[in-house]
Protein backbone atom coordinates (compact mmCIF):
# COMPACT_ATOMS: atom_id res chain seq x y z
CA UNK A 1 0.00 0.00 0.00
CA UNK A 2 1.11 3.83 -0.51
CA UNK A 3 0.68 4.80 2.80
CA UNK A 4 3.25 1.90 4.17
CA UNK A 5 5.90 4.08 5.73
CA UNK A 6 9.89 2.79 6.61
CA UNK A 7 11.78 1.51 9.84
CA UNK A 8 13.68 4.34 9.79
CA UNK A 9 11.01 6.86 10.27
CA UNK A 10 10.08 5.07 12.86
CA UNK A 11 12.16 6.84 15.83
CA UNK A 12 10.80 9.97 14.29
CA UNK A 13 7.66 9.09 15.14
CA UNK A 14 8.09 8.15 18.70
CA UNK A 15 9.59 10.03 21.81
CA UNK A 16 13.07 8.39 22.75
CA UNK A 17 10.92 7.79 26.58
CA UNK A 18 8.80 5.58 24.53
CA UNK A 19 11.14 3.36 23.58
CA UNK A 20 12.86 2.56 27.08
CA UNK A 21 11.49 -0.07 29.23
CA UNK A 22 10.64 2.20 32.50
CA UNK A 23 10.87 -0.09 35.90
CA UNK A 24 7.44 1.20 37.19
CA UNK A 25 6.00 -0.19 33.59
CA UNK A 26 7.47 -3.56 34.06
CA UNK A 27 6.77 -3.52 37.44
CA UNK A 28 2.85 -3.19 37.18
CA UNK A 29 3.06 -5.61 34.15
CA UNK A 30 4.61 -7.96 36.53
CA UNK A 31 1.60 -7.56 39.10
CA UNK A 32 -0.36 -7.94 36.45
CA UNK A 33 0.90 -11.15 35.11
CA UNK A 34 1.30 -12.37 38.86
CA UNK A 35 -2.44 -12.06 39.33
CA UNK A 36 -3.54 -14.20 36.45
CA UNK A 37 -0.81 -16.95 36.64
CA UNK A 38 -1.55 -17.71 40.94
CA UNK A 39 -5.34 -18.03 40.02
CA UNK A 40 -4.01 -19.94 36.45
CA UNK A 41 -6.45 -17.88 34.56
CA UNK A 42 -4.05 -17.81 32.26
CA UNK A 43 -3.94 -21.14 31.17
CA UNK A 44 -5.51 -22.64 27.95
CA UNK A 45 -7.54 -25.33 30.50
CA UNK A 46 -8.86 -22.23 32.02
CA UNK A 47 -10.05 -20.36 29.19
CA UNK A 48 -11.16 -23.22 27.01
CA UNK A 49 -12.84 -24.96 30.22
CA UNK A 50 -14.79 -21.71 30.89
CA UNK A 51 -15.74 -21.83 26.83
CA UNK A 52 -16.90 -25.47 28.04
CA UNK A 53 -18.28 -24.74 30.93
CA UNK A 54 -16.45 -27.00 33.30
CA UNK A 55 -14.54 -23.92 34.84
CA UNK A 56 -15.79 -21.22 36.13
CA UNK A 57 -12.60 -19.38 37.61
CA UNK A 58 -12.50 -16.85 34.04
CA UNK A 59 -16.02 -15.72 34.51
CA UNK A 60 -16.05 -15.97 38.75
CA UNK A 61 -12.84 -13.73 38.20
CA UNK A 62 -14.20 -11.29 36.09
CA UNK A 63 -17.38 -10.49 37.39
CA UNK A 64 -16.47 -9.52 40.86
CA UNK A 65 -13.28 -7.63 39.74
CA UNK A 66 -16.04 -5.77 37.16
CA UNK A 67 -18.26 -4.86 39.91
CA UNK A 68 -15.69 -4.09 42.69
CA UNK A 69 -14.23 -1.49 40.27
CA UNK A 70 -16.91 -0.04 39.08
CA UNK A 71 -17.35 1.05 42.33
CA UNK A 72 -13.85 2.07 43.29
CA UNK A 73 -12.82 3.67 40.11
CA UNK A 74 -16.18 5.79 39.54
CA UNK A 75 -15.24 6.77 43.63
CA UNK A 76 -12.18 7.82 42.15
CA UNK A 77 -12.96 9.63 39.01
CA UNK A 78 -15.95 11.32 41.45
CA UNK A 79 -13.07 12.78 44.02
CA UNK A 80 -11.46 14.12 40.66
CA UNK A 81 -8.53 11.97 41.06
CA UNK A 82 -8.61 10.08 37.51
CA UNK A 83 -10.32 10.47 34.23
CA UNK A 84 -12.89 8.58 31.90
CA UNK A 85 -10.86 6.26 29.02
CA UNK A 86 -14.21 5.71 27.04
CA UNK A 87 -13.78 4.10 24.39
CA UNK A 88 -16.26 4.64 21.40
CA UNK A 89 -19.18 2.92 20.44
CA UNK A 90 -18.15 2.45 16.85
CA UNK A 91 -21.00 -0.21 15.94
CA UNK A 92 -19.96 -2.59 12.93
CA UNK A 93 -16.28 -2.69 14.55
CA UNK A 94 -17.39 -3.54 18.15
CA UNK A 95 -20.53 -6.29 16.79
CA UNK A 96 -17.85 -7.61 14.52
CA UNK A 97 -14.52 -7.22 16.51
CA UNK A 98 -16.23 -8.93 19.42
CA UNK A 99 -17.85 -11.61 17.32
CA UNK A 100 -14.16 -12.66 16.01
CA UNK A 101 -12.54 -12.00 19.11
CA UNK A 102 -15.12 -14.44 21.22
CA UNK A 103 -14.13 -17.23 18.29
CA UNK A 104 -10.30 -16.85 18.23
CA UNK A 105 -10.04 -16.79 22.14
CA UNK A 106 -12.00 -19.87 22.46
CA UNK A 107 -10.08 -21.71 19.91
CA UNK A 108 -6.59 -19.97 20.73
CA UNK A 109 -7.52 -20.48 24.49
CA UNK A 110 -5.56 -17.73 25.17
CA UNK A 111 -6.49 -13.74 25.13
CA UNK A 112 -3.82 -10.88 24.42
CA UNK A 113 -2.21 -10.46 28.03
CA UNK A 114 -2.06 -13.94 29.22
CA UNK A 115 -0.59 -15.12 26.12
CA UNK A 116 3.00 -13.25 27.37
CA UNK A 117 2.34 -15.07 30.91
CA UNK A 118 2.02 -18.30 28.95
CA UNK A 119 5.06 -18.08 27.18
CA UNK A 120 6.80 -17.22 29.97
CA UNK A 121 5.79 -20.33 31.63
CA UNK A 122 6.82 -22.41 28.44
CA UNK A 123 3.45 -22.90 26.83
CA UNK A 124 4.59 -23.19 22.70
CA UNK A 125 1.45 -23.00 21.75
CA UNK A 126 0.82 -19.48 22.94
CA UNK A 127 3.96 -18.82 21.19
CA UNK A 128 2.42 -19.49 17.86
CA UNK A 129 -0.98 -17.93 19.10
CA UNK A 130 1.33 -14.44 19.25
CA UNK A 131 2.68 -15.00 15.60
CA UNK A 132 -0.73 -15.25 14.71
CA UNK A 133 -1.72 -12.80 16.64
CA UNK A 134 0.80 -10.21 14.79
CA UNK A 135 -0.22 -11.18 11.51
CA UNK A 136 -3.67 -10.44 12.24
CA UNK A 137 -2.93 -6.96 13.96
CA UNK A 138 -0.31 -6.59 10.85
CA UNK A 139 -3.20 -7.28 8.58
CA UNK A 140 -5.83 -4.85 10.40
CA UNK A 141 -2.59 -2.50 10.20
CA UNK A 142 -2.66 -2.81 6.44
CA UNK A 143 -6.38 -2.34 5.27
CA UNK A 144 -7.05 0.53 8.31
CA UNK A 145 -7.28 3.02 5.78
CA UNK A 146 -9.89 1.35 3.64
CA UNK A 147 -11.38 -0.41 6.07
CA UNK A 148 -11.93 1.77 8.76
CA UNK A 149 -14.89 3.62 7.51
CA UNK A 150 -16.78 0.32 7.14
CA UNK A 151 -16.88 0.21 11.45
CA UNK A 152 -19.07 2.70 12.22
CA UNK A 153 -21.59 4.21 12.97
CA UNK A 154 -19.66 6.09 15.31
CA UNK A 155 -22.19 6.59 18.21
CA UNK A 156 -19.42 8.41 20.50
CA UNK A 157 -17.97 7.93 23.68
CA UNK A 158 -21.13 6.79 26.07
CA UNK A 159 -21.15 5.70 29.21
CA UNK A 160 -24.16 4.86 31.82
CA UNK A 161 -22.58 8.11 33.68
CA UNK A 162 -23.57 10.24 31.09
CA UNK A 163 -26.94 8.84 30.83
CA UNK A 164 -28.39 9.34 34.18
CA UNK A 165 -28.75 11.99 37.35
CA UNK A 166 -26.14 11.62 39.75
CA UNK A 167 -28.38 10.13 42.38
CA UNK A 168 -29.68 7.71 40.11
CA UNK A 169 -26.20 6.50 38.29
CA UNK A 170 -24.79 6.04 42.14
CA UNK A 171 -27.89 4.43 43.19
CA UNK A 172 -27.90 2.15 40.02
CA UNK A 173 -23.88 1.72 40.46
CA UNK A 174 -24.01 0.20 43.54
CA UNK A 175 -26.79 -2.39 42.55
CA UNK A 176 -24.68 -3.27 39.81
CA UNK A 177 -21.58 -3.86 40.90
CA UNK A 178 -22.92 -5.42 43.96
CA UNK A 179 -24.77 -7.54 41.72
CA UNK A 180 -21.81 -8.33 39.68
CA UNK A 181 -20.03 -9.45 42.64
CA UNK A 182 -23.19 -11.71 44.08
CA UNK A 183 -22.83 -13.22 40.13
CA UNK A 184 -18.95 -14.40 41.00
CA UNK A 185 -20.08 -15.77 44.41
CA UNK A 186 -23.14 -17.92 43.22
CA UNK A 187 -21.13 -19.37 40.36
CA UNK A 188 -18.31 -20.35 43.12
CA UNK A 189 -20.91 -22.42 44.46
CA UNK A 190 -21.34 -23.92 40.76
CA UNK A 191 -17.57 -24.80 40.95
CA UNK A 192 -15.87 -24.28 44.19
CA UNK A 193 -11.98 -25.05 43.67
CA UNK A 194 -10.23 -22.72 45.81
CA UNK A 195 -10.32 -18.64 46.31
CA UNK A 196 -7.48 -18.05 44.33
CA UNK A 197 -9.61 -16.39 42.13
CA UNK A 198 -11.08 -13.99 44.19
CA UNK A 199 -7.21 -12.65 45.56
CA UNK A 200 -6.60 -12.34 41.43
CA UNK A 201 -9.99 -10.46 41.05
CA UNK A 202 -8.93 -7.91 44.08
CA UNK A 203 -5.61 -7.50 42.59
CA UNK A 204 -6.08 -7.22 39.38
CA UNK A 205 -9.30 -4.25 40.49
CA UNK A 206 -6.46 -2.27 42.72
CA UNK A 207 -3.97 -2.34 39.77
CA UNK A 208 -6.53 -0.90 37.13
CA UNK A 209 -7.50 1.83 39.84
CA UNK A 210 -4.03 2.45 40.32
CA UNK A 211 -3.39 2.24 36.73
CA UNK A 212 -5.80 5.20 36.36
CA UNK A 213 -4.05 7.57 38.61
CA UNK A 214 -1.78 10.28 36.54
CA UNK A 215 0.79 9.85 38.36
CA UNK A 216 1.30 6.32 37.50
CA UNK A 217 -0.14 5.60 34.09
CA UNK A 218 -2.85 7.81 33.71
CA UNK A 219 -5.35 5.40 31.84
CA UNK A 220 -6.71 1.75 32.61
CA UNK A 221 -4.66 -1.78 31.90
CA UNK A 222 -4.39 -3.18 28.11
CA UNK A 223 -2.64 -5.48 26.00
CA UNK A 224 -3.34 -6.03 22.40
CA UNK A 225 -2.14 -2.78 20.96
CA UNK A 226 1.13 -3.99 21.63
CA UNK A 227 0.58 -6.40 19.12
CA UNK A 228 -0.10 -4.17 16.23
CA UNK A 229 3.13 -1.92 17.46
CA UNK A 230 5.16 -4.45 17.83
CA UNK A 231 4.26 -5.83 14.32
CA UNK A 232 4.54 -2.69 12.40
CA UNK A 233 7.84 -1.72 14.73
CA UNK A 234 9.61 -4.96 13.24
CA UNK A 235 8.36 -5.18 9.72
CA UNK A 236 8.09 -1.71 8.50
CA UNK A 237 4.31 -2.74 7.17
CA UNK A 238 0.92 -0.50 7.48
CA UNK A 239 -1.00 2.55 7.23
CA UNK A 240 1.10 5.47 8.70
CA UNK A 241 -2.67 6.83 9.78
CA UNK A 242 -2.84 3.96 11.80
CA UNK A 243 0.60 4.28 13.67
CA UNK A 244 -0.07 7.29 14.73
CA UNK A 245 -3.02 6.27 16.26
CA UNK A 246 -1.88 3.13 18.25
CA UNK A 247 2.75 4.09 18.58
CA UNK A 248 2.06 5.62 22.08
CA UNK A 249 -0.51 3.50 23.37
CA UNK A 250 1.34 0.65 22.21
CA UNK A 251 4.83 0.70 23.38
CA UNK A 252 3.39 1.46 26.96
CA UNK A 253 1.47 -1.89 26.37
CA UNK A 254 4.17 -3.89 25.13
CA UNK A 255 6.32 -3.33 27.81
CA UNK A 256 3.23 -4.02 30.67
CA UNK A 257 3.44 -7.23 28.89
CA UNK A 258 6.50 -7.84 28.79
CA UNK A 259 6.49 -7.62 32.50
CA UNK A 260 4.01 -10.21 32.57
CA UNK A 261 5.86 -12.44 30.68
CA UNK A 262 8.53 -12.12 33.63
CA UNK A 263 6.45 -12.86 36.31
CA UNK A 264 5.01 -16.29 34.09
CA UNK A 265 8.74 -17.14 33.96
CA UNK A 266 9.72 -16.03 37.17
CA UNK A 267 6.73 -17.99 39.37
CA UNK A 268 7.45 -21.07 36.87
CA UNK A 269 10.57 -20.96 37.65
CA UNK A 270 10.80 -21.15 41.37
CA UNK A 271 7.90 -23.09 41.64
CA UNK A 272 9.60 -25.93 39.36
CA UNK A 273 6.18 -26.17 37.58
CA UNK A 274 7.73 -24.35 34.18
CA UNK A 275 8.22 -26.74 30.72
CA UNK A 276 7.79 -26.71 27.41
CA UNK A 277 4.32 -27.86 26.23
CA UNK A 278 3.07 -27.84 22.68
CA UNK A 279 -0.44 -29.61 23.30
CA UNK A 280 -2.66 -28.63 26.24
CA UNK A 281 -4.49 -31.55 28.17
CA UNK A 282 -7.51 -30.04 27.41
CA UNK A 283 -7.00 -29.78 24.15
CA UNK A 284 -5.84 -33.14 23.84
CA UNK A 285 -8.76 -34.78 25.53
CA UNK A 286 -11.02 -33.06 22.61
CA UNK A 287 -8.50 -33.04 20.01
CA UNK A 288 -5.72 -34.93 20.33
CA UNK A 289 -2.05 -35.02 20.76
CA UNK A 290 -1.51 -33.79 17.28
CA UNK A 291 1.07 -30.99 17.51
CA UNK A 292 0.53 -29.62 13.52
CA UNK A 293 -2.93 -29.37 14.54
CA UNK A 294 -2.43 -27.59 17.86
CA UNK A 295 -0.19 -25.19 15.73
CA UNK A 296 -2.39 -24.66 12.86
CA UNK A 297 -5.44 -23.50 15.46
CA UNK A 298 -3.29 -21.68 17.50
CA UNK A 299 -2.30 -19.50 14.84
CA UNK A 300 -5.97 -19.46 13.13
CA UNK A 301 -6.94 -18.46 16.64
CA UNK A 302 -4.22 -15.61 17.17
CA UNK A 303 -5.26 -14.16 13.84
CA UNK A 304 -8.98 -13.99 14.84
CA UNK A 305 -8.10 -12.23 18.39
CA UNK A 306 -6.10 -9.64 17.32
CA UNK A 307 -7.98 -8.55 14.26
CA UNK A 308 -10.96 -9.03 15.89
CA UNK A 309 -9.28 -6.96 18.88
CA UNK A 310 -8.18 -3.94 16.76
CA UNK A 311 -11.38 -4.14 15.15
CA UNK A 312 -12.99 -3.09 18.19
CA UNK A 313 -10.41 -1.19 19.86
CA UNK A 314 -9.45 -3.54 22.65
CA UNK A 315 -9.52 -6.75 24.06
CA UNK A 316 -10.23 -8.61 27.74
CA UNK A 317 -8.24 -6.07 29.57
CA UNK A 318 -8.76 -3.00 28.16
CA UNK A 319 -12.06 -3.47 26.86
CA UNK A 320 -14.26 -5.69 28.98
CA UNK A 321 -12.45 -4.95 32.01
CA UNK A 322 -10.93 -1.60 32.10
CA UNK A 323 -14.47 -0.27 30.38
CA UNK A 324 -16.86 -2.38 31.99
CA UNK A 325 -15.33 -0.45 35.51
CA UNK A 326 -16.25 2.78 33.30
CA UNK A 327 -19.76 1.52 32.56
CA UNK A 328 -18.92 2.40 28.95
CA UNK A 329 -21.77 1.29 26.48
CA UNK A 330 -19.04 0.31 23.88
CA UNK A 331 -17.62 -2.30 26.27
CA UNK A 332 -20.46 -3.72 27.77
CA UNK A 333 -22.35 -4.59 24.05
CA UNK A 334 -18.50 -5.66 22.97
CA UNK A 335 -18.23 -8.12 26.45
CA UNK A 336 -21.95 -9.06 25.53
CA UNK A 337 -21.13 -10.30 22.16
CA UNK A 338 -17.91 -12.06 23.34
CA UNK A 339 -19.18 -13.88 25.69
CA UNK A 340 -22.16 -15.10 23.56
CA UNK A 341 -19.63 -16.06 21.00
CA UNK A 342 -16.94 -17.60 23.05
CA UNK A 343 -19.56 -19.87 24.32
CA UNK A 344 -21.48 -20.67 21.27
CA UNK A 345 -17.66 -21.23 19.60
CA UNK A 346 -16.18 -23.54 22.63
CA UNK A 347 -19.51 -25.82 22.26
CA UNK A 348 -19.20 -26.16 18.63
CA UNK A 349 -15.18 -26.60 18.13
CA UNK A 350 -14.73 -28.60 21.30
CA UNK A 351 -17.97 -30.62 21.78
CA UNK A 352 -18.69 -31.76 18.32
CA UNK A 353 -14.33 -33.17 17.81
CA UNK A 354 -13.90 -35.39 21.49
CA UNK A 355 -11.63 -37.66 21.06
CA UNK A 356 -12.91 -41.08 21.84
Not at 33 to 51: C, E, H, P, S, W
Not at 195 to 205: D, K, N, Q
Request: aromatic share 14%; charged share 10%; glycine share 14%.
Amino acid sequence: MTENFSPKKLSHTLSLSSWDLPVTTLFLGFLFGMFLQYARLNRFDTIAGMALLRNFSVAKTMAFAIGLGMLLMQAEIQMGWASDHIKPLILFGIVGGGVLFGMGMAILGYCPGTLAISLGQGSLDALVGIFGGLVGALLFAVVFPLFSPLLGPDLGSMSLRGSLSPTTFWVTLVLLGGGLMGVAFALHRVDPRGWSWLYAAVGLTLLNVVLDLPAIAGHPMGASTAFPWLAMTLTGVGAPSYWHKIAEPGAWEFRFLVGAFLAGLFFSLIQKEFRFKAVPDLWQEYHGGSVTRRFFWAFVGGVLLLFGARMAGGCTSGHIISGGMQLAYSSLLFALVVFLTFLTTGRLFYRQGRVG
